[in-house]
């Protein structure tokens, strides 16, 4: 069965540091993951995902994500924190090309 | 090119009542699926609708329902409310042969006092 785990319910980071959130899976065939954010009190928007093409994906606002078959992570990694990502990060995985299994979640703060 | 959307934005209502959500899925798109995700939860999948049909279900209790009409709109119902009900809901859509790749709209806050 799929499964995916986020490593750190809440991370701090400073501005202009480098965020890094982990996220490693489980699954029993070839996974498609997905990076997702969420801002208080709204929805999840996709930062980025991968597919069975390039291992190393790049998303929107910076963000990049490298999958590592041998690990089984896909962590997701910005050069530099900008307050503006202070947010919940949700990784997760497919099934079956259908419904998303999710992390838990990772709350990223940004201090200035 | 409108995303998906989501009535009402918030809903209050009492243990035992029931409630109806509304999502329209994002132009193109014509497969909806429905989560639920309480406070500091990851999002929980209820279940999902392709041609009016519920394609794959979650572990939801039968009092959650569903429905899709022709035009690929989604109504999730759920009767009986109880105060572990209350959750964001969100509905995210896709097409059928991406259904992966799901797109969500901003989701509704139910609060069951």
């Known amino acids: 069965a799929q499964s995916v785990t986020q490593l750190g319910s809440h991370v701090s980071v400073s501005e202009g540091a480098l965020v890094l959130l982990r996220c490693n899976y489980s699954?029993?065939?070839?996974?498609?993951l997905f990076w997702y954010v969420q801002y208080p009190n709204q929805g999840l928007q996709l930062l980025l995902k991968?597919?069975?093409?390039a291992t190393l994906v790049k998303g929107i606002n910076g963000f990049e994500a490298e999958f590592k078959k041998s690990e089984t992570s896909f962590h997701l990694t910005k050069p530099s924190a900008h307050m503006s990502d202070a947010a919940e990060y949700f990784c997760a995985v497919s099934v079956g090309n259908r419904k998303l299994i999710w992390g838990l979640g990772t709350s990223l703060a940004v201090n200035p | 090119d409108a995303g998906v959307t989501q009535s009402p934005t918030h809903l209050i209502k009492t243990r035992g009542q029931q409630v109806t959500l509304r999502c329209s899925p994002k132009?193109?798109?014509?497969?909806v699926s429905w989560y639920q995700q309480a406070l500091g939860q990851g999002p929980q999948f209820i279940f999902q609708?392709?041609?009016?049909?519920?394609?794959q279900r979650g572990n939801f209790p039968d009092r959650f329902s569903g429905h899709q009409f022709p035009n690929y709109s989604s109504e999730l119902n759920v009767n009986a409310l109880l105060l572990g009900d209350s959750a964001l809901y969100l509905c995210a859509s896709s097409s059928v042969a991406n259904s992966y790749e799901q797109y969500f709209g901003p989701g509704t806050r139910l609060t069951v006092t």
């Open positions: 991968y597919t069975s093409a």
């Open positions: 132009s193109g798109h014509d497969t």
């Open positions: 699954s029993s065939v070839p996974p498609y």
């Open positions: 609708y392709y041609e009016e049909e519920e394609r």
